[in-house]
């Protein structure tokens, strides 16, 4: 929303001089928060965990995913990435090909990339074809005697290469990962909170029958503030919360980071920044496309809302 935009370090001052402590103690923030962040999601998504960085977010994801379904093994897009910690560089190929190298339990599937991909427009059905090389993985796994616990993917494959995956293609995976008793992990931590525009959150894009069983935020959920969030379903918490572990983080959804988070949903509502970033969004993209008639170096420019590629090519 901005620099040091007002709003923000106002609620940010005003919580300070009167309380932060750690999450042990209630606070009426959490719960405000929780339930003004559950109005922008689908209904199932309902439970919420609050944490202070994206990538502890997509490491208590791949935790709930493990423990709900059972099984160890993840699915990931090639050139993804998902975090620092170690279980994060893990699942992602963007890191692990210049470290260890990729883990026996992690699966790499082709970026559904429509331009520079393994099927690219002229194809009949992209998204089919894509859809397919995941449950190639899955089939390829189980004769392995593997199972699947995840297929964990940014909404639109940032670091990849500003991927707009084709609609259809996150509801024909799901079916595929759900089969074989894993889930859908949508990673909005770069693309969430209406950067893409026209819906509030980029997996969105992929229409109203699709609905991920966990999203993880993090970086604009905060405005810089360090603070990140986990959504997901009663079920996969119930089973999370049989362990007898309880979930706990110190800080993970303070009185300030709350109050800083609710002050964010205030200025993207107040200031229309979604409509904003549909408007600035085509302008650019308009500017952009115009610039490649007379460039041959621009061979590509896609984009939704502020999530916008331009693909230089020889």
């Known amino acids: 929303v901005g620099h040091c935009h007002p709003d923000i370090v106002k609620a940010a001052h005003e919580q300070h001089q009167l309380l932060n402590t750690n999450s042990r103690y209630l606070h009426d923030n959490l719960v405000d928060y929780a339930e003004r962040l559950s109005k922008t999601l689908p209904e199932k998504l309902c439970i919420f965990y609050f944490l202070n960085s994206g990538s502890e977010a997509n490491d208590l994801a791949l935790r709930l995913a493990r423990q709900y379904t059972k099984h160890e093994d993840v699915i990931v897009l090639d050139h993804a990435y998902h975090g620092h910690l170690t279980s994060l560089i893990d699942i992602s190929p963007y ?67 500003q991927i707009i995956p084709p609609a259809g293609y996150f509801q024909k995976v ?75 983080n110190t800080f993970g959804g303070n009185p300030v980071s709350c109050a800083i988070g609710l002050a964010v949903l205030d200025v993207i509502e107040k200031e229309h920044l979604q409509a904003h970033a549909t408007e600035v969004g085509n302008f650019l993209m308009k500017i952009l496309k115009e610039q490649q008639i007379k460039h041959p170096i621009i061979g590509d420019v896609r984009g939704c809302g502020l999530f916008i590629g331009v693909d230089l090519i020889k």
Not at 132 to 147: P, T
């Open 95 to 161: 890191k692990f090909r210049n470290l260890e190298g990729q883990k026996e339990w992690v699966h790499v599937a082709p970026v559904p990339d429509t331009y520079r991909g393994l099927y690219r427009e002229d194809h009949e059905d992209p998204v089919t074809a894509y859809a397919d090389e995941v449950k190639n993985i899955i089939e390829h796994a189980h004769k392995k005697g593997r199972k699947i616990a995840a297929f964990f993917v940014e909404s639109l494959p940032s670091v990849g290469g």
């Open 174 to 248: 799901a079916e595929h990962v759900h089969k074989a008793g894993g889930v859908f992990i949508a990673d909005e931590i770069q693309v969430g909170f209406g950067r893409v525009g026209k819906h509030f959150w980029a997996f969105q894009l992929q229409g109203e029958d699709f609905i991920p069983d966990i999203v993880t935020m993090g970086k604009p959920i905060g405005n810089g503030h360090p603070l990140a969030c986990v959504a997901t379903t009663k079920e996969i918490a119930e089973a999370f919360a049989a362990t007898g572990v309880e979930y706990f």
